[in-house]
Structure formats: C-alpha cells, structure tokens
C-alpha cells in the first residue's frame, strides 16, 4: 500500500522557516515523480515545487520562486520543502502527491498528473 505522510509544518512569524518533510512508504521510490500542492482556505489547491524522478530537474510556482526549494533523498525515501522567507499568504495545508513514470526529463506540475496523495500538514505564518 503506498503512503505519503508529511511532517514538519506548524506556526511560524512572517520571515520565518520551515522545512516539511515527506515519507513515502510502499513504492520503490526512485520510480516517482514528486510534488508539494498545498490548499488555502476558501481557495483551490495549487503547486507549489516538483522535482524529477531522478531529482535532476525541479520547478516551483512563480509565489515561492527564490524562497522554496524542493528536494529528495531517495535512499530514505524522502522528500523535502524547504520554505525560507515566509509570508502570511503562504499560509495552507500542504500536500505531498507522488506518480509512477518511466518519464525521467519532466516535472509535473498539476494536480491531475498525480494519483498518490499525503493527508496534509498544516503551516500557519503569522504576520
């Protein structure tokens, strides 16, 4: 059974930093492409960075561009979001979301290109 379980949000002052963490369970993880969504209250869910089956490529949303940055550690099966600088208006629940592809060279960055999904992680910025 695969499982996405993310960690690592919380409440944070504006200029802030976190770093959310995704743990994947039951898929040979090198396979999948991975992505963090995250959801605003009262707004559609929307990406926020993609990263590569293999890690080389990642690509991030225009609002996070400079101040997130996504990763992946492969052999703990691990994704990361490191959120620096952060605003009230980043203010969701963020989501990990993972897809089986043989497609190496693309990050995917909707939410349709994803059929594996974590439950959430709440991070709240106070400005």
């Known amino acids: 059974q695969v499982q996405l379980v993310e960690s690592g949000g919380g409440l944070v002052q504006a200029g802030g930093s976190l770093r959310l963490s995704c743990a994947a369970s039951?898929?040979?993880?090198?396979?999948?492409?991975m992505a963090w969504f995250r959801q605003a209250p009262g707004k559609e869910r929307e990406v926020v960075a993609g990263?590569?089956?293999?890690?080389?490529?990642?690509s991030s949303a225009d609002s996070v561009k400079g101040r997130f940055t996504i990763s992946r550690d492969d052999a703990l099966k691990l994704v990361y979001l490191e959120m620096n600088s952060l605003k009230s208006e980043d203010t969701a629940v963020y989501y990990c979301?993972?897809?089986?592809?043989?497609?190496?060279?693309?990050?995917?960055?909707?939410?349709?290109?994803?059929?594996?999904w974590g439950q959430g992680t709440q991070v709240t910025v106070s400005s």
């Open positions: 039951g898929l040979t993880f090198g396979r999948y492409r």
């Open positions: 979301a993972a897809q089986l592809t043989y497609r190496d060279n693309y990050v995917a960055m909707k939410s349709s290109e994803y059929n594996t």
């Open positions: 990263i590569s089956r293999s890690g080389a490529m990642t």
